[in-house]
């Protein structure tokens, strides 16, 4: 996965101001913490999956 562009706290700031949402500065800050964070962690993501090198797990009633 190739890595979006993180907005600076002035660009999130001002797109948040278009949402017509009366937010605090706080709010803000937080909001784009949390947005930094959720693309860090999307970034780890891989972007293949080696499905093979694991076998399925099975759970069965009877155990």
């Known amino acids: 996965m190739t890595s979006p562009k993180v907005p600076t706290l002035e660009e999130f700031t ?3 101001a278009l949402t017509g949402l009366t937010l605090t500065p706080e709010d803000i800050e937080h ?3 949390g947005y930094v ?3 860090t962690l999307m970034d780890r993501i891989p972007s293949h ?3 093979a090198a694991e076998p399925p797990h099975v759970f069965r ?3």
Request: aromatic fraction near 14%; hydrophobic fraction near 60%.
């Open 61 to 63: 009633a009877d155990e």
């Open 14 to 16: 001002a797109r948040a």
């Open 31 to 33: 909001l784009h913490k």
């Open 37 to 39: 964070g959720l693309l």
């Open 49 to 51: 999956w080696a499905w």
